[in-house]
Every structure is written in structure tokens, then in C-alpha cells.
Antibody, heavy 120, light 106 residues
Framework: QVQLQESGPGLVKPSQTLSLTCTVS??????????WSWIRQHPGRGLEWIGY???????YYNPSLKSRLTISVDTSKNQFSLKLNSVTAADTAIYYC????????????WGQGTMVTVSS | IQLTQSPSSLSASVGDTVTITCRAS??????LAWYQQKPGEAPKLLIY???TLQSGVPSRFSGSGSGTDFTLTISSLQPEDFATYYC?????????FGGGTKVEIK
């Protein structure tokens, strides 16, 4: 079955760029019908939808993050990535990559999540 | 679109029936999903399109509603159901989540 795995630094300094990659196994990103997404969860808090990318490269970003956010896809590596610029302590969170299933209009597969701390 | 869940937490006993409400700030048709999250784990999809049970999810979970008001019902609560539950709409983007409802053991 399809599995997602996040990777990237667990510690980022303020004002720098947070970079994470999600590797998809058991299926292909270039399969249509799915939006490859990022969601984050601040410690002890609820879930925040960050954005998605389609295999074609089309994206949609949360307006609250849009000015700092880039999501990209590499279908040859079966990976998609997140870059968040100019981070502050408010960006400290667990970051999940996930698959939104278009026919379901729901997120049916989640990665295990990776904790990213913004601190000097 | 904002989603407001209530209650934010509740205490219940094994065997109880529990109902969680999710209210949208505007109509979202039936584009609502429910997730269960246990401590240290990623969320897990329970229900999509308001009332369709995800494969493998026990039938004691059910969802209903349309427009702006939705409910998740857990019948005959089991020990493994103690968790936090979130609703999410995908009627439009960003697909916001509700604030969560923590179901605790009484």
C-alpha cells in the first residue's frame, strides 16, 4: 500500500528556510486523482492545512503562508517537498505530508510526521 | 471557511454513545471528513463525504449532516476510541480543520 515518509532537519534557525521532503512508496505521485499535501500541528494544538501540489506541478497554498511557501514535486524520485522561508518560533510544529484523495475529498494517507523546531 | 467543533473535550465510559458536532461558517455541502488522532500518531481518516465510512473503520462510527451542521457519532465506545477527533472540510481551499474534540475516559 502507499506510504509516505517525511525527511529533513529537525532544527532550523530563525529567519532561515525550513526544507522538508516527502518520499512516496508503494505508488506513484504521477498517478492522477491525488493532491500531495502538507499539514502541520503546533505542539499540543490542532491541525493547520499548509498546501498541496498536483503531479502536474499545480499548487494551492494556504493564504496565511503563501508569501513564504514553496511546494515542489519531483516525479522521477517520487517525492514532493516543502520550503518555508523566514521561519520564526511560530513555525515550530509537527509537519505531516499526506495524500488527499480527490474522489473522496479527504486525506486518506498520512506520513508519520516530523517535528521541526525553530530555535537559535 | 471556519469549522467549530463542540465540545472541545468530553469524558465518557466504555459502552457510551458519544456525539461530536462540527459547524461550518458557511455551507460546505457534504464535503466534510472526520479524523481520529491518538497521542504521538498521525491522524487517521474515519469518515469522508459526511457519512461514508473509510475502509476498515468499525461500523460504530457514523457521520451525518449537510450544509453547515455535521455530527460524528460513536456508538458503544471502546477503549481504543479514546482519542482526539477532528473534522475537516474540503469544499474549497484552504481545507481547514476544526479545533478538535478530545474524548477521555470517565
Amino acid at each position: 500500500q502507499v506510504q509516505l515518509q517525511e525527511s529533513g532537519p529537525g532544527l532550523v534557525k530563525p529567519s532561515q528556510t525550513l526544507s522538508l521532503t516527502c518520499t512516496v512508496s508503494g505508488g506513484f505521485i504521477r498517478s492522477g486523482g491525488y493532491y500531495w499535501s502538507w499539514i502541520r500541528q503546533h505542539p499540543g494544538r490542532g491541525l493547520e492545512w499548509i498546501g498541496y501540489i498536483y503531479y502536474s506541478g499545480s499548487t494551492y497554498y494556504n493564504p496565511s503562508l503563501k508569501s513564504r511557501l514553496t511546494i515542489s514535486v519531483d516525479t522521477s524520485k517520487n517525492q514532493f517537498s516543502l520550503k518555508l522561508n523566514s521561519v520564526t518560533a511560530a513555525d515550530t510544529a509537527i509537519y505531516y505530508c499526506a495524500r488527499e484523495n480527490e474522489p473522496m475529498d479527504a486525506i486518506d494517507i498520512w506520513g508519520q510526521g516530523t517535528m521541526v523546531t525553530v530555535s537559535s | 471557511i471556519q469549522l467549530t467543533q463542540s465540545p472541545s473535550s468530553l469524558s465518557a465510559s466504555v459502552g457510551d454513545t458519544v456525539t461530536i458536532t462540527c459547524r461550518a461558517s458557511q455551507g460546505i455541502s457534504r464535503y466534510l471528513a472526520w479524523y481520529q488522532q491518538k497521542p504521538g500518531e498521525a491522524p487517521k481518516l474515519l469518515i469522508y463525504a459526511t457519512s461514508t465510512l473509510q475502509s476498515g473503520v468499525p461500523s460504530r462510527f457514523s457521520g451525518s449532516g449537510s450544509g453547515t451542521d455535521f455530527t460524528l457519532t460513536i456508538s458503544s465506545l471502546q477503549p481504543e476510541d479514546f482519542a482526539t477527533y477532528y473534522c475537516q472540510h474540503l469544499n474549497s481551499y484552504p481545507g481547514t480543520f476544526g479545533g478538535g474534540t478530545k474524548v477521555e475516559i470517565k
